[in-house]
């Protein structure tokens, strides 16, 4: 039987540009790796402190190219053309002096995140669990499995989340999880395992179905390791098991599909639900490798266009068997087999729109009737094999990341003269606003050449006219809202925060589509030269959720990802759902995303360890740029200087 999950959910078959570990098999030390010398723990940004590289990144300092041209103007967007902030607002001259800044003490927690100076190899982790606890009375248990990573020795952070799987006591995860793994080094994990009841990011109102901790090294010395589940007081989570395959990456080959079908047998009455799930053949069975949405109520389906990894499809190996099986999709989980099929990634090279390569779909307990010839028929219209670049051979061939602050002063945050206020200012200490700047800014800003921030705020009556804002510069210059460093960006902030009237509403889209005004122009020069990240602060509910969902479908087609940090103890069920990890976001139009760029998380999560806030909201950023760059072909400004990956 098919492991089961939610069509809600989606497929997450893991970063398209995971490789083949074919004839590179995992030996437990990471001498020789294509990417030594550039050890980067979790995620390519993940980890680093002020004045402390990233986990012994050689980015640090030393990023390619020049630096990145300034658009011509800082505006907002308003109609095709972008329009100025505020009156009076003229064109910024890369020339204009930035205002330099004092020492600031750093925020209490933040110090220099240890890390390894010698190699590392990426390695592609695949999870699976058998005999979960039944926690649901009138179904079965919603699986989910969190892990969380523990270099430093002491605090934990979360590194992802599987998919949910509905009705599932036996799931096998789609999502991969790429780390960076380290001979030398100790590298904890846990794989956590829940059982979802509800939306909400919070893990700790849902079922706890057990756990397994152990090392990254332990995985990669096993290759495939089982290990019993263990409740919260050590004691097994009853016949509960978990098993992590590890794979090294090698290799950045993708295959590109276009699938449909024909001729789909009935299930239900007149029509089924079908969707396909891909094999990977290995020395222990078959390993899912990726799933598709599920197309309602269709037998001539044609899935949306698909990634996977040569790596996790067939190791590399285009003659290697792969396994497909169509399904029939049941919310009890209970999915029925429409049929299946092997193949081979060279077979279904060979096919075309004009000339689609089609394989029957056989359901073997019907092969004895009479007549059976086939349960439908799948077609290959494309498969197309391409070698991607990485976010490393971006970042090292020359583009910038652009960093963008946006601040809310409504005025759910408090009186800032108060100590019970978000914006106090603190003498002793950061308040939650100035620690989430520093944890992130104190990342990005290596990627960035000349570190000059533009820096907004929302919700506030500024002077002089004291009428309320949603994206004004807190430097009141509109004609260079740049700060100098992240230095530069908490000296602004405390001398803006005095000057203004906290107000309302908590409006999201002006400064959204500010950023995608600038993204869009620098998608038209057609190269891969500059990213931009836009990072909100916000400590309350969105009031402008139509326009702001419309702004994010729409800011998906660009280079652009959005960071949101919710501060204080307010309900940020809006945010999660604009972390649209499990599906893709749909504006009121009914227009979907292209792709997920809002990464949230709650503050209150990483009380006291700023270095855990920004490893986990930069996670997904690496997979994010090299993504989007390789949808569009657009190679690293400096591609001459690399080695060509295709």
Excluded at 165 to 185: A, H, R, T
Excluded at 547 to 558: G, K, M, P, Y
Aim: aromatic letters at 10%; glycine letters at 8%.
């Amino acid at each position: 039987m098919s492991s089961q999950w939610s069509p809600m959910y989606g497929t997450a078959s893991g970063s398209p540009h995971m490789g083949s570990a074919r004839g590179s098999p995992l030996t437990g030390s990471a001498r020789g790796s294509p990417l030594a010398g550039s050890p980067i723990t979790g995620s390519p940004l993940a980890g680093a402190a002020r004045g402390s590289p990233i986990i012994g990144s050689p980015l640090v300092g030393a990023v390619g190219g020049s630096p990145a041209a300034r658009p011509s103007c800082w505006s907002s967007m308003s109609g095709p053309a972008c329009a100025p902030p505020m009156s009076g607002a003229s064109c910024w001259s890369p020339a204009a002096p930035a205002t330099s800044a004092p020492p600031i003490p750093e925020p209490t927690g933040w110090g220099s995140a240890p890390g390894p100076s010698h190699f590392a190899t990426k390695v592609e982790l695949t999870i699976s669990c058998e005999n979960l606890l039944d926690m649901d009375v009138f179904s079965k248990s919603d699986p989910l499995c969190a892990v969380y990573i523990n270099s430093s020795g002491s605090n934990w952070y979360e590194l992802g989340r599987t998919e949910m799987i509905l009705n599932c006591l036996n799931p096998k995860f789609s999502k991969k999880f790429v780390m960076d793994y380290y001979f030398e080094m100790v590298q904890r994990l846990k794989f956590c395992v829940y059982d979802i009841d509800n939306n909400t990011y919070d893990l700790s109102d849902d079922d706890f179905l057990g756990e397994l901790e152990c090392t990254l090294g332990q995985i990669v010395s096993n290759k495939q390791m089982t290990r019993p589940l263990l409740l919260a007081n050590k004691r097994p989570a009853g016949r509960g098991t978990i098993t992590i395959s590890a794979e090294e990456i090698t290799d950045t080959r993708v295959a590109n599909f276009e699938v449909s079908a024909r001729k789909l047998d009935k299930k239900y009455l007149w029509w089924s639900d079908p969707f396909l799930e891909f094999f990977k053949q290995t020395e222990t069975g078959w390993q899912l490798a990726h799933r598709t949405e599920v197309v309602k109520s269709n037998l001539n389906p044609i899935w949306r266009p698909f990634r996977i990894s040569l790596r996790a499809l067939c190791g590399g190996d285009v003659e290697k068997p792969v396994k497909v099986d169509c399904y029939d999709y049941h919310i009890n989980g209970s999915h029925d087999l429409i049929g299946s099929f092997q193949t081979t990634l060279a077979e279904m090279q060979t096919g075309t729109h004009i000339c689609p390569t089609e394989i029957e779909c056989i359901n073997r307990k019907k092969l004895k009737k009479k007549n059976y010839k086939n349960s439908g028929v799948v077609c290959f219209k494309r498969c197309q094999v391409i070698k991607e670049f990485t976010f490393l051979d971006y970042i090292m061939g020359g583009c910038q990341i652009n960093f963008t602050i946006a601040i809310d002063f409504t005025g759910s945050n408090g009186d800032p003269r108060s100590p019970e206020s978000l914006h106090y200012i603190n003498p002793e200490g950061y308040n939650e606003y100035l620690t989430a700047i520093w944890a992130v800014g104190n990342v990005i800003q290596d990627y960035d050449s000349n570190k000059m921030f533009p820096v907004f705020g929302f919700g506030a009556q500024i002077p002089n006219s004291w009428k309320v804002s949603h994206e004004f510069p807190i430097n009141f210059n509109p004609s260079n809202p740049f700060c100098a460093g992240i230095e530069g960006v908490v000296e602004a902030y405390q001398r803006c925060l005095p000057q203004l009237k906290l107000w309302g509403p908590t409006n999201f889209s002006p400064i959204i589509n500010h950023a995608a005004c600038f993204a869009r122009q620098a998608l038209r020069q057609n190269t891969a030269s500059q990213y931009y990240v836009l990072l909100i602060i916000t400590d309350g509910v969105i009031t402008d959720m139509d326009q702001t969902r419309t702004a994010i479908v729409e800011a998906s087609r660009l280079p652009l990802s959005i960071i949101i940090i919710g501060v204080g103890g307010a309900d940020f069920s809006a945010m999660e759902f604009l972390d649209s990890d499990d599906k893709l976001l749909r504006a009121p139009n009914g227009d979907v995303a292209a792709r997920d760029i809002v990464q949230f998380v709650p503050f209150r999560s990483f009380q006291g360890n700023s270095i855990a806030l920004a490893q986990s909201v930069l996670a997904e950023l690496p997979d994010q740029l090299s993504s989007f760059f390789n949808s569009y072909h657009l190679k690293p400004p400096n591609f001459h200087n690399l080695s060509d990956p295709s």
